[in-house]
Structures are given as structure tokens and as C-alpha cells.
């Protein structure tokens, strides 16, 4: 057997001919393997990246029910369903948020995730603060960054009132480059007006 | 028994093992390595089997499918006959794995093995370690209980800090918008297919390069590595003065590997499995999420890191210590191997394994972090309030009401986020109490706009009764003493 493989070893290295034939061969085998591998990778990419979508495009509006269920002047946890859910995805599909009502139709709707590294944030009526049970963010009643961690202020929700129903546009995790939607800013100028007006 | 030795030979005309096989496992090795430190990288590869046969063994029973998966564990643990104990043996076995492994690479860096000739196989082992954690972290994830949920959650806020591409790559890690059923079909397909199938592959070029180049000799002070009369002198070592393999070093690995799984097993049957904890419904909020100890280190790290260097630091440092590792060998392929003669790297070892131990200590009891419940379950202790006047004890009511107790401990019990306040009376006047309680400062929020103004005084009136019986309360050294606007507070 390996005395075989030597003998062969030997015509190739004599002979230009059949070496420049074989060489020219197996070089179309190369290429040919290339660009079926190309073929077969592209769509594999395509594939891989399916969850990647341009921005907004998970988001729709969501109804967290009647605006009556949010008292003036107090901030309630809802709960809704993502709008992109899979029957397989059982509990959760689920997504907790802060309502504050502000006044009137005025409304705050706050992401559960804690701004630092998205743990879920608990209300105190008592003290006014939300804080994180992870690494001790705390943040005033609007939103606002009082102390610990997080860089920034809890992710908001935009919000409208459609008829007596509070809905929110929601469809992603919020973290600092999915935020759910910076408007705290906005907020902090109009001193406490919602940016849209329902 | 003519027979058991034809059968031998058919095969053996056809595998034709035994010649490779023979010299791996007679392959002569330096006297002095035949020792009880060289057993723990046998022990982790051993480790790793029992991992691939109990996974295997739990891969039949699981359903990876966020609606089913906790209730499916919930029957694993008992419903069905022993499944509690593979359970255990897979839980027990990845910390013992964890373990097991960065003891292995303590002890190759602190013996000089990862240099020349061995570097590459110090650069897998590097990979190894990597993939070990990725294996630890997506195993988490496969328990999908809170811990899991909010786990992927703190994956995915990290995740979202690289700059350009965050976005796109939070959605990728999570298969979609939210953390459910697609994130933990992708991670299961990470932990049972993607990162074992690399590990396996890893650990065959490892073993193959220990194989070919020979176990690290025992590091002698004054017997320097230099390439060019390296693979001399080891072939000298392990020639003249060594013994083969198998038995010589055999017997004390098969004996450590065998211990250690005796103590996984042990462990299994005695602690059980872990988890899963709550389950994964993100409406019940009234959860602390927490790691398993492998990263409790980096859980208390990321607490203790100001904002403004918390990204920089998330997006350099893990590639940096990578880079730094995978440079080691290069920088310091050659020199002393003996630890007597390396003191920077002595010190660098001790410095990193108390830091890991300190942060994961600091990690199991989050003083960072305030005590969601002390304010309702925690009373303020009877001794702080013997004769104090209504108005004092009003203050301790809003103590407790306004949650102060949730960041401030009194008598060791509470929060640990702030400063205990047993004797805050010692540190602070009656007005820089009042300016701190209503501005905040430091970490602590401002509560100017949750006091009322009679809440607030009360609340300092009994702040102040806070010093050691014989231990005046601060006064201002500016101004007139501030004791002499309160109430007599040194009544306790």
C-alpha cells in the first residue's frame, strides 16, 4: 500500500504533464466546492439573522386595558402579551410594566427592566422609588435616576389613550440599545407633559 | 482463551491500533511528573465525560420549550425514578468541571508549563476555559426558571452595550424581540450541540499536543526553558531518568478522577439537584435574580463599577484578559518555570484568586443591593426606642414606613447598601441630617418630595437619638452647638 502512494509520489514529481493536469483538476474541484459553499452559506446567513429586523419593526400598540384600572397619582403594574409570540413561549410571553398615572390622561408606562442590567425594578408607594433587586439601582416616581448602577433613567413606553383605553407601543425587550423609547429627556423639558397627547 | 486472541488479531489486522495506541499510553514521562498535582487536567477531561453521558441521559427526558421546560424539570425531579440524581449528577458534576479546571490552570501557570514548547497547547487550553463557562452559562439557561429568565435578561443589557450593533445582536442572542420560547431552543442548541462539539474537538488537539510533546517536567529553580536546548534535555529527562506513562502516572490519575467522581456522586445524593427556582413567568417581579457561583465574581463586579466605566469596562476588559492570556506564552515563552524564581507571577496568582474569592463571597450576600422586605419584616429593635418621647417615635414609624430600612441596617439586621445608622448620630448634626435625608447624596436618593415636612422632623428627631449611651451626638464645630436645639437625645 504506502509502496504504491511512493510510486505515484515519484510520476508526479517526474512528470510535468499528468502534474499539471492533476493540479488543474483538483483546483476545479476547489473552485466548484467555493462556490456551492458560497451558494449554501448565504442563505445559511439569512437564515441565522432572522430575528434581526430594522428598528421599530417588532413594535405595535398593545392595550393594557381601561385607562379607569390606573389611579390618578399612582403607579400599578400591568401586565401584557408581546405582541410577537409563539405559542411555545407558555409564560413568557408575558411583559410587565409600571403605569403611573400622572394626572388626567397624562401617563407614565415604565419597562419593568432595570436601566443597568435589566432586572426587574419593585414599586414603593411609601418611599416613591423604584429599586432593583440586582445591583441596587434606584429611581424617583418618574423614572429618573436617583441613585446606584444604572447610567440612565427606567426605559419608557410611548403611550396613547384610544377612547377609554390605555395602550402602549411595546414589542422588545428594553435595554440601552433596544430601549423601548427615550423620552425622559422630552418629558424633563415639558416638566412632566406626555409627549403625545392621546 | 486461543480464541479471545484470534478475535484480538482480526480486529487488530483491521484497526491496526495497536502501535499508536501503545505509544501514547507508554510514552516515557520525567520521574518527578508522576505527581499528585499533575492529576487535575485527567480529572477535568473525566469530568467532561461524565457531562456528555449525563447530559445525554437528561437530552431524553427535557423538552426544551419555554412553555414546558420548568414543569418538565418539576416531573425530572420527581416523577420520574432517579431523575433527581442525574439531575444532581449534571449540576454537581458542571461546578466540579468549573473547578476542576481553573485549578488545572493555576497549576499549569504556576509550574511554567504553557511555555516553549507547550504554548498552543496553553492557547486551547484558554479556549477550553472559555467554552467550560459558555457550557456553565447556557447549562443555566436550561433550568429556564427565574434565575434563567432574568439571567438572559442581564446577557442581554450586556450585549446591548457594544456600540453600532447592539441592537442586532441582543436580538440574535435572544432569537426575537423578548426572552421566550426561541432563546431557549438556541441556547439548548448551543448547549448540546455548538459548544460541546467544539469543546470535544479542542480537547482532542489538547490531549493530542500533551501527547506529543510530553507531560510539563517538575520546574527546577535554575534550570531555565531556552528553545533552542528545550526539546534536548526534556527527551534527556524523560529518556533516562523517566518511566512510562501507564502505570507509572497512570495509577494516580485513575485514582484522583475516580475520587472526584465519587464526590460529585456524594454531593448529588446528598445536596440533590439545584432549581429549577421560581417559575419563568416574568409578571411575578418579586424576585432576586442570581447566578450560579461561577459568575457571582462578575454579578459583584458589575455592582461595584461606577456608570461611566461600567460599559468601557464590559466592552475591554473580558478582551483584554483573553488577549492577555493568549499573549502569556509568547511574552514569557522561555525563563525560569520554577515559582521560586517567579515572583510577579506568584503574586498575580495569589492577587487573582483572592479577588475571585472576595467578589464571589461579596457575590452570595449582595450588600450592594437593598433588602426588598427589611422595611415590613424587620422591626426597629426594642433597645432604640426605651425613652423616647412621641415625636422619636414617630421618626422610628417613618423609619420603617419610608423603607430606610430596606439600604440601612440597625443592630445588624436590614439593608447593607447604606451606611448602618446604629450611631449616625456620632457622624452626623441634626442639620446635616435633615440636608441628607431631603437632598440625598452619595447613593442615597432624595426624599425631599416623599417627607412631609412633620415626617421629615420626626424622622431626624429620632435619628438623632442614634450614639452609644456614653458617646455624644456630632455637633457642629462652626456654629452653635446643635445639641443645644434638640430635645435631650442622650436618654437611650
Known sequence: ?198 | MRWLKQVYNWFELRLQLEGPVGDAVLHPVPRNTASWWYVFGSAAFTLLMLQVVTGILLAIVYVPSAANAWNNLQMLNHDLPLGWFLRGMHFWGSNFMVAVVLIHMAQVFLFGAYKFPRELTWIIGVFLLLMTLGMAFTGQVMRFDQDAYWGLGIGASIMSRVPLIGGPLVHLLLGGPIIAGATLSRFFALHVFVIPGILLLCVAVHVWMVLKLGINEWPMPGRPVRRSTYIAEYHKLSHQDGLPFFPGAFWKDLIFSGAVLAAVAVCAAVFGPYGPTGVPDPAIIQTVPKPDFYFLWLYAVLAYLPPSLETPFILTVPLLTIAALVALPFLAGEGEKSWHRRPVAVLLLATIAVSFAVFTHLGTYTPWSPLMDAWSSDTVPEKFLHQLSPLERQGAVVFQAKQCRNCHSLDHVGGERGPALDDVATRLTEDQLIRQVLQGGGNMPAYGKNLSPSETTALVKFLVTLHPPGQKPATNAAGPPTAALSPPAANR
Request: aromatic share 10%; glycine share 10%.
Open chain 1, 1 to 198: 500500500m504506502t509502496d504504491v502512494v511512493k510510486e505515484e509520489q515519484h510520476i508526479t514529481k517526474d512528470d510535468p504533464r499528468v502534474v499539471s493536469r492533476r493540479w488543474l483538476l483538483l483546483k476545479l474541484g476547489v473552485l466548484i466546492n467555493a462556490a456551492v459553499g458560497v451558494a449554501v452559506a448565504v442563505p445559511v446567513v439569512r437564515y441565522l439573522l432572522g430575528p434581526v429586523k430594522r428598528k421599530g419593526a417588532y413594535n405595535s400598540w398593545v392595550s393594557l386595558g381601561p385607562v379607569d384600572q390606573f389611579p390618578a397619582g399612582e403607579t400599578r403594574l400591568a401586565t401584557f402579551e408581546n405582541p410577537d409570540k409563539e405559542p411555545w413561549d407558555g409564560d413568557t410571553a408575558k411583559v410587565p410594566c409600571w403605569v403611573r398615572r400622572v394626572s388626567g390622561n397624562t401617563f407614565q408606562v415604565f419597562a419593568i427592566n432595570c436601566a443597568h442590567l435589566g432586572c426587574p425594578v419593585r414599586w414603593f408607594p411609601q418611599s416613591g422609588l423604584f429599586m432593583c433587586p440586582c445591583h441596587g439601582g434606584v429611581y424617583y416616581a418618574d423614572g429618573s435616576r436617583a441613585s446606584g448602577p444604572p447610567e440612565r433613567g427606567l426605559f419608557e413606553y410611548k403611550y396613547r389613550v384610544d377612547g377609554n383605553e390605555l395602550q402602549i407601543s411595546a414589542g422588545q425587550l428594553p435595554t440601552l440599545s433596544t430601549e423601548a423609547k427615550n423620552v425622559f429627556r422630552v418629558l424633563n423639558n415639558e416638566k412632566g407633559r406626555g409627549p403625545c397627547a392621546g
